[in-house]
């Protein structure tokens, strides 16, 4: 049945001989894919192995590619900041061609991209992979406040390494880190950085001048109730105070308070509170890019509309989306990106290929690595579909364990570079099978 799913080439080539008797385009490719970022590269590098050289085209604008997830460790000042990047050049695969531009404009209908510069790519198959853009303006003053007077966000590359530094300044008053309320690229790191703060705080004998204070728009700690649970825990055990349904809305980076609206239902509802700091750590809030909200390929949210089992878009049967820009209902993560990557990949060749294999079906697979201090970290790996956990290993991952902080700080960041980058790491289930058997929790 989820053979059906996959809608066949001939409806592509449909699409590709209007493009062909109409347009001038100056270039085309068999697969373009918009974003060279975690999951784009995933897909790319693959296909154009597959494909053969210059068949698959990566719109990617950035010259550099950064590492995201271990943004948190920069931040907690437990790596630096070079680890986290490398030159677009040397990841992007050497079969693809590289266009290193923005996309300015998807047009669906007549199978083609225009770029930044006004000129036209088109594509037999797109897939879509340009992430999230952060919304720093959507914070009234938090434009002119932020990389100044200890307001910082590990979100950033501009601004992650102002984490740690503004940090160290810290000797007393409130420490904040604040969660908004839209859909962010990993729900976990908003909280990760207040238990590495409170580690350093204890660390240099301040924690009992600092207050450490966690303002979450949402209404749990985490959106799964095992995980959830354990960091209610560990939050209490270190005096991390968590104020739920507290959304930041303004920033005085001159006066150094943050100013929070009360959402939920309670008798606060509605109220505004204002909390002075010292140091203020940001979770901007995120939102779709534009040039994919107001394309056709949209959902009324902004997402690339997809299937949530194939990946395959809902409407246009020759674009697929991957991550955080797309419309599947998980966690936004690279670890779901990994576990995505081969769903599409599978299904993409299969419809390029015109083979009748059954198509691969994504399950909501995500994780979000919570780190709370130096070798201590939880492992949370679940479904964002079902919220079942999905754990790897044996143990109870909802426990702070040394070799989760190992498996996140060493093992994960080297296979994102020599494999997850190159195609070939699709998360570990295949680990799970082994490591995990019983799935006993
Ligand atoms: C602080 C922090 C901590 C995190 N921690 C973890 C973690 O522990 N574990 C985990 O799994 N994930 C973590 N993540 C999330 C993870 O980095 C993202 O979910 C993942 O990178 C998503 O992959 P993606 O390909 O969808 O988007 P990205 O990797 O963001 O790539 C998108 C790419 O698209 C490009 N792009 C943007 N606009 C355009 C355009 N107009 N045209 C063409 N290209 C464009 C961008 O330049 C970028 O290269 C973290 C992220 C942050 C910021």
């Known amino acids: 049945m989820l053979a059906a799913k996959i809608a066949t080439r001939t409806a592509c080539h449909r699409h590709w001989a209007r493009l062909s008797s109409t347009a001038a385009a100056p270039s085309s490719y068999k697969v373009v894919v918009i974003g060279g970022g975690a999951g784009g590269l995933a897909v790319s590098s693959t296909l154009s192995k597959q494909l053969g050289k210059n068949e698959v085209a990566v719109v990617e604008p950035s010259a550099t590619h950064y590492q995201q997830p271990l943004f948190t460790f920069v931040g907690g000042g437990l790596k630096s900041f070079e680890e986290t990047y490398r030159p677009t050049s040397e990841v992007i695969a050497p079969e693809a061609q590289w266009i290193n531009q923005a996309a300015a404009q998807i047009d669906p209908d007549s199978n083609t991209i225009t770029l930044a510069d006004g000129t036209k790519v088109a594509y037999e198959y797109l897939v879509v992979a340009a992430g999230i853009e952060l919304d720093f303006a959507g914070i009234k003053g938090l434009k002119s406040a932020i990389g100044k007077n200890g307001v910082a966000s590990n979100y950033s590359p501009q601004y992650v390494q102002k984490t740690f530094e503004f940090l160290q300044n810290v000797k007393e008053g409130n420490a904040l880190f604040t969660m908004p309320a839209t859909p962010v690229k990993c729900a976990g790191a908003p909280q990760k950085i207040a238990y590495l703060a409170d580690e350093l705080f204890r660390e240099k004998g301040i924690r009992d001048k600092v207050a450490v204070n966690y303002y979450t728009a949402l209404g749990k700690i985490f959106a799964i109730d095992k995980y959830a649970n354990a960091m209610n825990e560990i939050a209490r055990s270190?005096?991390?105070?968590?104020?739920?349904?507290?959304?930041?809305?303004?920033?005085?980076?001159?006066?150094?308070?943050?100013?929070?609206?009360?959402?939920?239902?309670?008798?606060?509802?509605?109220?505004?509170?204002?909390?002075?700091?010292?140091?203020?750590?940001?979770?901007?809030?995120?939102?779709?890019?534009?040039?994919?909200?107001?394309?056709?390929?949209?959902?009324?949210?902004?997402?690339?509309?997809?299937?949530?089992?194939?990946?395959?878009?809902?409407?246009?049967?020759?674009?697929?989306?991957?991550?955080?820009?797309?419309?599947?209902?998980?966690?936004?993560?690279?670890?779901?990106?990994?576990?995505?990557?081969?769903?599409?990949?599978?299904?993409?060749?299969?419809?390029?290929?015109?083979?009748n294999a059954p198509a691969a079906e994504y399950n909501g697979y995500t994780s979000c690595p919570l780190v709370t201090g130096k070798n201590k970290l939880v492992l949370a790996e679940f479904s964002g579909y079902t919220g079942a956990p999905q754990e790897t290993f044996f143990f109870n991952q909802a426990k702070e364990h040394a070799f989760s902080y190992w498996v996140t700080a060493e093992a994960l960041p080297a296979i994102y570079w020599s494999s997850m980058l190159k195609g070939t790491w699709d998360g570990p289930a295949v680990i799970r099978r082994f490591a995990n058997p019983t799935s006993a929790n």
Do not use: W
């Open 238 to 355: 270190r005096d991390v105070s968590v104020n739920l349904f507290h959304d930041l809305i303004e920033v005085d980076g001159a006066a150094k308070r943050a100013t929070f609206k009360v959402l939920g239902s309670g008798p606060q509802t509605g109220e505004t509170v204002t909390v002075p700091y010292e140091f203020l750590h940001v979770t901007p809030p995120m939102k779709p890019f534009d040039f994919i909200k107001n394309s056709d390929i949209a959902n009324a949210a902004g997402f690339v509309d997809v299937d949530k089992g194939t990946l395959q878009h809902t409407k246009y049967p020759n674009i697929y989306s991957i991550g955080d820009c797309s419309s599947l209902p998980t966690s936004k993560t690279a670890a779901a990106a990994a576990a995505q990557s081969s769903v599409l990949k599978h299904n993409l060749l299969n419809q390029i290929r015109g083979t």
